[in-house]
C-alpha cells in the first residue's frame, strides 16, 4: 500500500513537473507560415506573397518594400539594413545592405576648424545620409534565392502605396512629433508636412510611381537610371555629398553570420560591420555558466549579471569594432572562452562594477536608433531575421518628394570623434572613424535560434543601442524562463550600455523594491528616459510544429500567417 502510495505520488509529482513546462502561446499561431513586422499592411502583403508560392525570400522584398510605405520613419529605401537567414535545410547565410560613406566623405567633415563636432551636421543635414543600400539587398536576395517574378511580387505594395495608409494613433501621435520639422526642413508643401489625425490617409503617389519604375527597370532604376539621376540632383540642391558614381558603384555583401552555441541552442546573428553578433555572443557565453532559470526573470541577480555582462562587451564594441572591410577585427579572440571567462573574472554580485574601472579587453596582438524589424517563416521552413533602418526617426527627416521618400542618417553611426557619443550615446574609436565607402557601425542584431538541430525562433527589434540587448531578453525570456513568444516579447526590458554608467529601465515596468536594491549595490537606475527599449517581432516554433508571434505591444506591430 506504502509503495502504491509513493508511486501513486511521483507519478503526480512528475505531470506537475510536465504540466509546469508546457508553455500556452499567447501570441497569434499559424499552422504553416508567419510575417510578424511593424505594419499589419506590410505583414498581410508578405504573407500574401506566401499563399503565391512564394518563399521567405521573396516575402522579404514584399515586406521591406510594404514597410517603406506603410513604416516611413524606418521602413525605407533611402537606408539600409542587413539579413541574416536559414534554409530549410539548415544552411545560414548574411546580406549586409547597409549605407556606405560617400565616395567625397572625409574623417573630420563633421568637425569645426577647432576640431569639436558640428551640432546637428552628421543627423539633420544632407551630409548626414549614406549612400543607400535598401534596394541593393532586396535585389541580391531576389537574384539568388527569389523564386516569383519581381513584378508580381512588387504589384500588391505599389497598389497599396496609390491606395494609401489609414494614420493610426501611434502614427499620428509621431506625425505630429516632427511635423514642425519636416516643415523647416522641406517646406509647407510636402507630403509630410500637412496635419494628419488619426483615421486620415497618406497616399504615396510618388513613391508608388518610383516602385513601378524600379519593376519595369530592374536594379538600375535606383543606382544608374532616372530615379537616380533625380535622387542626386536633389541631394546636391540641398549642399549633399553624395553623386551618381556612389550609387553607380554600391553593392550589397554576402557575409558569413555570426554562430555560436548558448547550452543547447545554437544562435546565427549579425556579423560586422554589425556589432550585435559578437556583442550577443559575448555576453551570452558571459552568463552561460550562471543558473538564470534559478535566479528568476528581471531578479536584482539576474539584472545584475546581464548588467555586467552588457558593461564588458559594449567596452569591447566600442574599441575594437568597425567595417571589417577596413579594420581588423579580432572576432576569434573577442569570442574566445577563456578571454571571455577573464572579461567577467572580477564581476560579483555584492556590488556594481563602475564603466570608469572597465575598458576593452586586453587582446595580445592586435592594434587598432529608429529601426524597424522584421520575421518570416515559410511553409517550407526557410526563415528570414531582417533588420532595416534610417538610423534616427524618418532619417535625416529630409525627404524627397518626387521619389516619395527619406533620406538616412547614418553618417551620425560612425565616429564622429573618438569618444564624443552618437544619436544613441554610443561611443567609439579609429575602428568606427569615417572614410570613403567605408560601412558605418550599426547595432543591429536579426538573429535566429535552432534549438535540438531544428528551427527555434526567428528574432530582431529596433532600439539603436538597446537593439542587442532587447534581443539577448527575448531569446532569455523564452528558454530560460519559460514564456510563451509573446509574453516574452511583452515583458519589461533593461539595458546598459557601458557609457553612459547607467541601467536604464523600462518605465514603470519594474517594482520600486527591487529598483531600490540594485541602486543600494551601487548602480544608476535610469526610469525616466522615454526611449522604447526595443520593438521585438518574433517568430517561435511550437512543439507541434505551428507558429506562435510575437509581435511588440508597444507600438503597431502586427502579424500575419496561415
Known amino acids: 500500500m506504502v509503495k502504491k502510495i509513493l508511486l501513486l505520488l511521483s507519478v503526480t509529482i512528475l ?71 536559414r534554409k530549410a535545410n539548415g544552411e545560414t547565410g548574411a546580406l549586409d545592405y547597409r549605407e ?43 537574384n539568388k534565392y527569389g523564386t516569383l517574378p519581381l513584378k508580381q511580387i512588387m504589384a500588391p505594395v505599389i497598389a497599396l502605396a496609390r491606395r494609401g495608409i489609414v494614420i493610426s494613433q501611434n502614427q499620428a501621435e509621431s506625425l505630429a512629433a516632427y511635423r514642425a520639422t519636416f516643415i523647416k526642413v522641406n517646406g509647407q508643401n510636402s507630403l509630410f508636412s500637412q496635419d494628419y489625425k488619426v483615421g486620415d490617409t497618406i497616399k504615396h503617389v510618388a513613391l508608388a510611381n518610383t516602385f513601378q519604375r524600379i519593376a519595369d527597370n530592374g536594379r538600375d532604376e535606383f543606382y544608374k537610371g532616372q530615379t537616380a539621376e533625380k535622387l542626386i540632383a536633389f541631394l546636391s540642391a540641398k549642399g549633399g555629398l553624395m553623386t551618381i558614381k556612389d550609387l553607380n558603384s554600391y553593392e550589397a555583401k554576402w557575409r558569413s553570420p555570426i554562430t555560436f552555441n548558448y547550452k543547447n541552442l545554437k544562435i546565427t546573428s549579425m556579423s560586422p560591420p554589425s556589432s550585435g553578433g559578437i556583442c550577443l555572443s559575448q555576453i551570452m557565453k558571459m552568463i552561460e555558466p550562471y543558473d538564470l532559470a534559478e535566479m528568476g526573470h528581471n531578479s536584482v541577480e539576474t539584472i545584475q549579471l546581464i548588467t555586467e555582462a552588457e558593461r564588458r562587451a559594449y567596452a569591447d564594441r566600442n574599441s575594437y569594432l568597425g567595417d571589417p572591410d577596413f579594420v581588423k577585427i579580432p572576432v576569434k579572440e573577442l569570442m574566445d572562452s577563456l578571454y571571455i571567462k577573464n572579461r567577467m573574472s572580477d564581476f560579483t554580485f555584492e556590488r556594481a562594477s563602475k564603466s570608469s574601472d572597465i575598458s576593452k579587453g586586453k587582446i595580445a596582438g592586435y592594434e587598432s536608433t529608429e529601426t524597424t524589424h522584421y520575421s518570416i517563416v515559410d511553409p517550407q521552413g526557410n526563415a528570414v531575421s531582417v533588420t532595416t533602418t534610417l538610423n534616427d526617426n524618418y532619417g535625416s527627416k529630409i525627404y524627397c518628394d518626387e521619389l516619395g521618400f527619406f533620406l538616412n542618417n547614418q553618417m551620425d553611426d560612425f565616429s564622429a570623434k573618438p569618444g564624443v557619443p552618437n544619436l544613441y550615446g554610443l561611443t567609439g ?56 513568444m509573446q509574453e516574452a516579447v511583452d515583458a519589461p526590458r533593461f539595458h546598459h550600455q557601458w557609457l553612459p554608467d547607467e541601467i536604464n529601465f523600462e518605465p514603470n515596468s519594474f517594482d520600486k523594491k527591487t529598483l531600490d536594491t540594485i541602486s543600494h549595490k551601487g548602480y544608476k537606475v535610469n526610469e525616466k528616459s522615454k526611449e522604447i527599449i526595443g520593438q521585438v517581432n518574433a517568430i517561435l516554433v511550437l512543439p507541434n510544429k505551428k507558429l506562435e508571434a510575437g509581435a511588440d505591444k508597444r507600438r503597431d506591430n502586427a502579424a500575419s500567417g496561415f
Open 100 to 142: 556606405k560613406a560617400p565616395l567625397a566623405a572625409t574623417r573630420d567633415m563633421f568637425l569645426d576648424h577647432d576640431g569639436n563636432v558640428i551640432k546637428g551636421k552628421s543627423t539633420a543635414s544632407a551630409f548626414a545620409s549614406g549612400v543607400p543600400g535598401t534596394l541593393a539587398g532586396l535585389f541580391a536576395v531576389h
Open 15 to 85: 505531470s506537475c513537473k510536465l504540466t509546469k513546462d508546457i508553455v500556452i502561446p499567447t501570441g497569434a499561431v499559424h499552422d504553416h507560415a508567419m510575417v510578424v513586422s511593424a505594419r499589419e499592411e506590410a505583414s498581410e502583403i508578405g504573407a500574401s506573397i506566401l499563399k503565391q508560392g512564394g518563399n521567405a525570400f521573396d516575402a522579404m522584398v514584399a515586406t521591406e518594400l510594404a514597410l517603406a510605405v506603410s513604416y516611413p520613419q524606418a521602413g525605407n529605401i533611402g537606408g539600409g539594413g542587413f539579413m541574416v537567414y
Open 429 to 484: 574609436t579609429e575602428a568606427n572613424s569615417i572614410d570613403p565607402q567605408k560601412r558605418m557601425l550599426s547595432s543591429m542584431t536579426p538573429t535566429i535560434v535552432d534549438k535540438d538541430n531544428k528551427l527555434f525562433m526567428v528574432v530582431g527589434t529596433p532600439g539603436g543601442s538597446t537593439i542587442i540587448t532587447s534581443v539577448l531578453q527575448t531569446i532569455l525570456n523564452v528558454y530560460e524562463f519559460n514564456m510563451s
